[in-house]
């Protein structure tokens, strides 16, 4: 009796464990490899579509700008962070990049992440992303000098941004520098990964 007791209370460990590393790695990996789902009240934003966003941010349009929605709650936000510091030492003599973060991200903490001259804007009520078409982080949004989408998607389709074939953003903004028309990536740049904005508003409520 007391063998059997012993073996079903090694199995019952042993099925907690296994549970366990099947959750931890459901959250740290298995749903970052899934589409972020789209949110119900989705509105699309098409590429050339025209944006109004000088009523909430008095920007520059002397050059474009790249709207980088970023979490400190997202992993998937972090593991891109040296791509997208890498994009802005490169081409921010002619692009201008913005940080846009959930409304209650520890702005602090945010700052940590980047250099000090970053610009860094909280997104109240979602503005940003409602009007950018914008609904999981990381993600990308360029606008050229007439207010106009120019891109809105991923910046690659590996989570480290490891695949230089598929450097989506980088490859934007090389053709948005040279005068050439949006490109056409496919589905691979316009599905989003990720974290999506609510599941950060549900995070970020959670530390307070």
């Known amino acids: 009796m007391k063998t059997a007791l012993k073996y079903t209370g090694v199995a019952l460990f042993l099925v907690a464990a296994f549970g366990m ?86 702005i602090d903490l945010v700052k940590d992440y980047f250099d000090s001259e970053t610009k860094v804007i909280r997104d109240l009520n979602r503005t940003f992303a409602n009007e950018l078409g914008v609904y999981s982080t990381p993600q990308a949004a360029i606008i050229n000098t007439k207010s106009k989408l120019y891109y809105r998607g991923n910046y690659n389709r590996a989570r480290y941004c490891t695949d230089p074939g598929s450097n989506f953003t980088q490859m934007a903004i090389d053709s948005l520098l040279a005068g050439a028309p949006p490109p056409a990536f496919g589905l691979l740049s316009t599905v989003s990964y990720g974290c999506g904005l609510e599941e950060n508003s549900k995070n970020l409520f959670s530390m307070f």
């Open 21 to 106: 590393i099947g959750f931890l790695f459901w959250q740290q990996e298995v749903q970052y490899t899934l589409p972020t789902p789209v949110p119900k009240d989705y509105a699309l934003v098409y590429v050339n579509q025209a944006v109004h966003l000088d009523n909430y941010y008095n920007q520059k349009v002397d050059k474009p700008t790249l709207y980088h929605f970023f979490s400190p709650e997202c992993p998937c936000s972090r593991f891109n962070l040296k791509h997208y510091n890498s994009l802005k030492r490169k081409y921010g003599d002619s692009i201008q990049f913005i940080v846009v973060i959930p409304e209650f991200a520890d």
